[in-house]
Nanobody, 123 residues
Framework: QLQASGGGLVQAGGSLRLSCAAS????????VGWFRQAPGKERDFVAT?????????VYADSVKGRFTISRDNGKNTVYLTMNGLKPEDTGVYYC?????????????????WGQGTQVTVSS
């Protein structure tokens, strides 16, 4: 089970750090990704990180340079540090684990999903 947390209400330009903690079944050996869904829109890719091999990461163009994905395999947790938040970053953020070890951009490549955490950025 994946548990996403850390969302909240923040002003534009502010920061948040989301956490994705795995319980029961670990995420060791799995790539992990973050996706977000704004009201009335499809779920979009945000960032993904590999299981290891130097922790390869991939970001959506819209968040490059502002968001950082990282993981602590000892704690079975993946983080998404979000700086310079914009109103268009508002949405429910979901973390997901993939059966693959390399970074994945497509939601179809993930088979375990957390429940989501709400991020709201006010202008």
């Amino acid at each position: 089970q994946l548990q996403a947390s850390g969302g909240g209400l923040v002003q534009a330009g502010g920061s948040l750090r989301l956490s994705c903690a795995a319980s029961g079944r670990t995420i060791n050996g799995n790539a992990v990704g973050w996706f977000r869904q704004a009201p009335g829109k499809e779920r979009d890719f945000v960032a993904t990180i590999s299981w290891k091999s130097g922790d390869s990461t991939v970001y959506a163009d819209s968040v490059k340079g502002r968001f950082t994905i990282s993981r602590d395999n000892g704690k079975n947790t993946v983080y998404l540090t979000m700086n310079g938040l914009k109103p268009e970053d508002t949405g429910v953020y979901y973390c997901a684990a993939s059966p693959y070890v390399s970074p994945r951009r497509m939601a179809i490549d993930y088979d375990r999903w957390g429940q989501g955490t709400q991020v709201t950025v006010s202008s």
